[in-house]
């Protein structure tokens, strides 16, 4: 698995059906932004990574539709950093691997600058984003996956906003 370069702008990505279709890519995807590491890359303040930013794994590397992220295996879920230096993730999001996320209203549009892994020629740029937002989202669960209703502020709110756009083929 490796980071998709360039990112496919405009592909819409999939809804998760079940934990089950994710769940080798989550934890490779885990185990990758817990490294900081991406294709060999190192990405120190790597907050979150979304799956359509990847070459997946059931993803062909020498596939052209696969590598432009044109194949259809990208699905709507991201996975947040643990492990990240500043302890941020962890105090914030209660859920490593966040799918299905909506975002049902926000309100507080507030400009800051952001930068992302798949567009990181770019640096960072201003963007706009709700700095208060409710979220509908899924976990995996017992009996499926599992409906959860948060609310988030701040850095956080705007991280959500980020990986969702990944969602609708927007790179920033
Ligand atoms: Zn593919
Ligand atoms: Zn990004």
Redesign the pocket.
């Known amino acids: 698995m490796k980071i998709l370069q360039p990112p496919a702008r405009g592909q819409q990505a999939q809804r998760v059906n079940s934990w089950a279709e994710i769940r080798a890519d989550a934890r490779q995807m885990i185990e990758m932004i817990r490294k900081d590491e991406f294709a060999g890359k190192l990405w120190t303040a790597a907050y979150?990574?979304?799956h359509p930013?990847l070459v997946t794994l059931r993803c062909d590397d020498t596939s052209p539709p696969c590598q432009a992220g044109k194949c259809g295996h990208h699905k709507r879920f991201f996975v947040l950093n643990m492990k990240e230096k500043s302890g941020y993730i962890k105090r914030y999001f209660k859920h490593e691997v966040i799918i299905n996320p909506s975002i049902l209203f926000g309100t507080e549009m507030l400009s800051a600058r952001e930068?992302?892994?798949?567009?990181e020629y770019v640096g960072t740029v201003n963007v706009a984003r709700y700095n208060k937002i409710k979220v509908e989202y899924y976990i995996p669960g017992w009996f499926g996956l599992k409906k959860i209703s948060e609310d988030f502020t701040g850095l956080a709110a705007r991280i959500i906003g980020?990986?969702v756009?990944?969602f609708r083929g927007e790179?920033?």
Do not use: F, K, P, R
């Not at 930068?115 to 567009?119: K, L, Q, T």
């Open positions: 979150a990574v979304a930013q930068g992302c892994m798949s567009n980020h990986e756009d990944h790179y920033l």
